[in-house]
């Protein structure tokens, strides 16, 4: 079972606030990623991370952060959330040069009002 | 662009009713094609990689195959606890090597 944690699991905030989802995995892997999923849709990358001081944005435009100084610790941090922001936030890491399995975390979902 | 379509969209079967979800992908050139579970309110959990037309993977009463154009899970006498969404990506060797693009989903439901 992979071990990748994200906090808070449930997050409901006000417009205008800062907020930053949190990212740890204890498998050592170098790459980390960031996905946006609404329901009954896909998974779409956001943000994603090949090893420390490495990030690059995904597919999906987002007005989040992300910032990787540790391995095991990938925060993505919205400086003004809006009630467009609404939705799982989900987290996931691979070993580099394996088969690139990615491993998620429990996701964040995050309601802005 | 890499493209993924599963279908149905969802499924519903009686305990013990053996069925299939397909997932039609275009890539130009496949790395891999991933499976993965997502139980509600949870993170996907993953369940298969398969690299190569003809390759077949299995796990208790899931097998997972995949041809040149499509791949299809089969879930054999399956159980009220395998009700999930289950997700399949592909990984094409066109884009960065990371990036999966996944499908929306067929969402399971068994009925005891």
């Known amino acids: 079972e992979a071990d990748i944690y994200q906090t808070p699991r449930y997050l409901v905030i006000g417009t205008g606030k800062k907020i930053t989802l949190e990212c740890s995995q204890t498998?050592?892997?170098?790459?980390m990623y960031w996905y946006q999923q609404d329901p009954g849709m896909e998974l779409h990358l956001i943000h994603y991370?090949?090893?420390?001081?490495?990030?690059e944005k995904g597919d999906l435009s987002s007005e989040s952060t992300v910032s990787r100084i540790r391995t095991e610790h990938f925060p993505l941090t919205l400086e003004s959330a809006r009630p467009s922001h609404t939705s799982q936030y989900l987290c996931?890491?691979?070993?580099f040069g394996a088969g690139d399995e990615q491993y998620f975390g429990p996701g964040t979902r995050l309601t802005v009002t | 662009e890499d493209q993924v379509t599963q279908s149905p969209e969802a499924l519903r079967l009686q305990e013990g009713e053996s069925s299939s979800l397909n997932c039609s992908y275009t890539?130009?050139?496949?790395?891999?094609l991933f499976w993965y579970r997502q139980d509600p309110g949870k993170g996907p959990e993953f369940l298969f990689t398969?690299?190569?037309a003809g390759e077949e993977k299995e796990k208790e009463r899931l097998k997972a195959t995949l041809t040149k154009k499509e791949s299809f899970l089969h879930i054999t006498a399956p159980k009220p606890e395998d009700s999930a969404t289950y997700l399949c990506?592909?990984?094409?060797?066109?884009?960065?090597?990371?990036?999966?693009?996944f499908g929306k989903g067929t969402l399971l439901t068994v009925n005891p």
């Open positions: 996931a890491s691979s070993e």
């Open positions: 398969l690299y190569s």
């Open positions: 498998m050592g892997h170098d790459k």
């Open positions: 990506a592909v990984q094409g060797l066109s884009r960065s090597n990371y990036k999966l693009t």
């Open positions: 991370s090949y090893g420390v001081n490495s990030t």
């Open positions: 890539v130009s050139g496949l790395r891999g």
